[in-house]
């Protein structure tokens, strides 16, 4: 999900790579997909795809938080 920090103004998104980069990242493996799947449908949040990842691959990997950018 890196994908979503390179984007935007180009010398921001390197300082923000800067600060990940010693950061795990989480595969968005098939329990994440479902879940994200049930999510937007019985929530609605249909244009908010890349948030709804987001919370769905911290649950299937049973993380105890998660932290956004905003």
Known sequence: MLEEIRIGDPEVAVR???I?????VLE?????????A????RLGLHGAATDILHIA???AHKLDYLVTWN
């Open 16 to 18: 923000r790579l800067k």
């Open 57 to 59: 691959v911290a649950v």
């Open 28 to 36: 968005v493996n098939e329990e994440a997909g479902r879940l994200a």
């Open 38 to 41: 049930i999510y937007a449908r």
């Open 20 to 24: 990940v980069e010693d950061l795990p």
